[in-house]
C-alpha cells in the first residue's frame, strides 16, 4: 500500500512540474510560476543556519499578485500566481532536477551541494548545469561560497572547494571564475544597487549584505544580468548579490539564470536575520527575472504576429517602421536587456502598436513610385533629346561656315 501511495505522489510531483509551463496569456492573463526550496531531511548546510527561517522569506517574497514595470507607465502589470512547495525528499530532489521545466529553485542549503545517490558530484552538478542552461530553470545560491561542498546521498558531505562553482560555470564558458574577496575589501559592505532597488520595486529588499564569496563584473560582462548588491573599487564591480544569465548565446528561449547571493550578515531596518533576508531576496529576484522575460517573449510575440496580420490584410504602409522596432526588440532581448525605454519590452510593443495602425496604401501611394520613376525616365530622354538637337544644329551650323569659307 506503501509503495502504490509513493507512486502517486511522486507521478503527481513528476506531472506538476513538467507541466509547469510558464504561461503569459496576451489578454491579461495570469504569469504562472513554480518555486520549489530544496531543504533534504538530514542534510546539512554550509552559510545557511536556519532553513525554515529561508523557506519563510521565499514565501514572503512570493506573496504578490502583480508585478509592476519599472518605468513605462503604458505597460501593463503582469498578473502574477506564485506556488510555492519545500522539498524535503531526495526523489522528489532528483525528479525536480532531472525533469522539471520553467521552475525556480532555491537550494536552501546554501554552499552545500545535495548529490542523490548513483550521481557523482560531477555528474550531478552537469545535471544543475544543463537544466539551467537547456529548461529555463533558475537556480538561487543563498549562502556561502557557491557549490563549495558536496553532501552525497550514499557517503555523506566531502570538501568540493572551488571546483564545484568552476566547473558550473564552465557551462557557459567561465571556467576560471572564482569567488575571492580582495584582501584590502574583506571588512567592506556591499549595498543593494540603485538599479536593483528601483528595478524590484514591488519587494522591500534588505539595505546590504557583508562583503562575501563576491563575483567581479570583469569575470562575467556578457552575462551578468543585473547587479544586486556590489561594491565598486577602482572601478570593478564586486557583487555579493547578482543575476547571472546562464547561457552561451546558443539558446535563445530556453536558458535560465543562475541568483548569486553570497554575502555575510544582512542589514536593513528591521534587522531581519540573514536567512529570512536571503530567502526573500532569492524568491523575489528569481520571481522577476522570470516574469522579465516572459514578458520579453510574450510581447516579441505579440508584435510578430500583428506584423503579419498586417501584410496578410495588405495593411503595409507604416510596417517598416514596425519591422524596425521588433529587430530592435529582439536585440535587446538576445542581451538580456528587458527593461527601460529602450529595453525588449517596450520596444516589442512600439511594434506592435506599428502593426496595428498600418494602413492599406492608397491608389497614390502605390503608384507614387512607378509615376516618379516614369517622370524622371521621361525628363532623362527629354534632356537627351535636346542635347542631340543642339549638337546636331551645332555640326549643321559649323559644316555651313566651312562651305562658306571654302567658296
Not at 492573463?29 to 527561517?53: A, F, I, K, P, T
Not at 537556480?139 to 568552476?166: D, R, S, V
Amino acid at each position: 500500500m506503501k509503495a502504490h501511495l509513493l507512486f502517486f505522489v511522486y507521478g503527481g510531483l513528476l506531472f506538476s512540474m513538467l507541466t509547469s509551463e510558464i504561461l503569459f496569456a496576451s489578454d491579461g492573463g495570469v504569469l504562472d510560476l513554480h518555486l520549489y526550496v530544496v531543504c533534504l531531511d538530514g542534510v546539512g548546510s554550509s552559510g545557511v543556519e536556519n532553513m525554515s527561517r529561508v523557506v519563510e522569506g521565499v514565501v514572503e517574497a512570493s506573496g504578490i499578485s502583480k508585478i509592476h514595470y519599472p518605468v513605462q507607465a503604458s505597460i501593463e502589470d503582469l498578473d502574477v500566481d506564485i506556488h510555492v512547495d519545500v522539498v524535503t525528499d531526495w526523489v522528489a530532489y532528483k525528479i525536480l532536477v532531472e525533469n522539471s521545466a520553467n521552475v525556480l529553485i532555491v537550494n536552501g542549503h546554501g554552499g552545500t551541494l545535495p548529490i542523490p545517490a548513483g550521481y557523482t558530484k560531477e555528474e550531478w552538478i552537469a545535471k544543475v548545469a544543463y537544466a539551467v542552461s537547456y529548461r529555463n530553470i533558475t537556480w538561487a545560491h543563498i549562502a556561502g561560497y557557491p557549490f563549495n561542498i558536496a553532501f552525497h546521498q550514499e557517503t555523506g558531505e566531502a570538501l568540493w572547494g572551488e571546483e564545484g562553482f568552476k566547473r558550473f560555470m564552465s557551462y557557459i564558458g567561465k571556467s576560471n571564475v572564482t569567488c575571492r574577496v580582495p584582501v584590502a575589501l574583506k571588512d567592506e559592505y556591499t549595498p543593494l544597487t540603485p538599479q536593483a532597488q528601483s528595478l524590484l520595486s514591488d519587494w522591500n529588499l534588505v539595505n546590504s549584505m557583508k562583503m562575501d564569496n563576491p563575483i567581479s563584473s570583469l569575470d562575467v560582462p556578457d552575462v551578468l544580468m543585473l547587479s544586486l548588491y556590489s561594491y565598486i573599487s577602482q572601478g570593478t564591480g564586486y557583487n555579493s548579490g547578482a543575476i547571472i544569465t546562464f547561457t552561451k548565446f546558443d539558446v535563445t528561449e530556453d536558458f535560465g539564470f543562475y541568483i548569486h547571493l553570497a554575502g555575510g550578515e544582512t542589514y536593513d531596518s528591521s534587522q531581519s536575520s540573514r536567512d529570512f533576508a536571503v530567502g526573500y531576496v532569492a524568491g523575489a529576484s528569481a520571481i522577476w527575472t522570470n516574469a522579465m522575460k516572459t514578458k520579453s517573449l510574450n510581447a516579441i510575440s505579440e508584435a510578430g504576429t500583428a506584423i503579419t496580420e498586417a501584410e496578410m490584410e495588405g495593411r503595409v504602409k507604416g510596417l517598416d517602421e514596425a519591422k524596425t522596432l521588433l529587430k530592435g526588440a529582439k536585440d535587446a532581448y538576445i542581451h538580456h536587456y528587458y527593461v527601460g525605454y529602450d529595453g525588449s519590452i517596450p520596444l516589442a510593443q512600439e511594434a506592435k502598436n506599428a502593426a496595428n495602425e498600418a494602413v492599406t496604401p492608397s491608389l497614390l501611394d502605390v503608384y507614387v513610385l512607378p509615376i516618379a520613376i516614369l517622370s524622371v525616365i521621361g525628363a532623362f530622354v527629354m534632356v537627351s533629346f535636346i542635347i542631340r538637337w543642339r549638337n546636331r544644329k551645332a555640326r549643321s551650323q559649323n559644316q555651313q561656315r566651312t562651305k562658306k569659307m571654302n567658296l
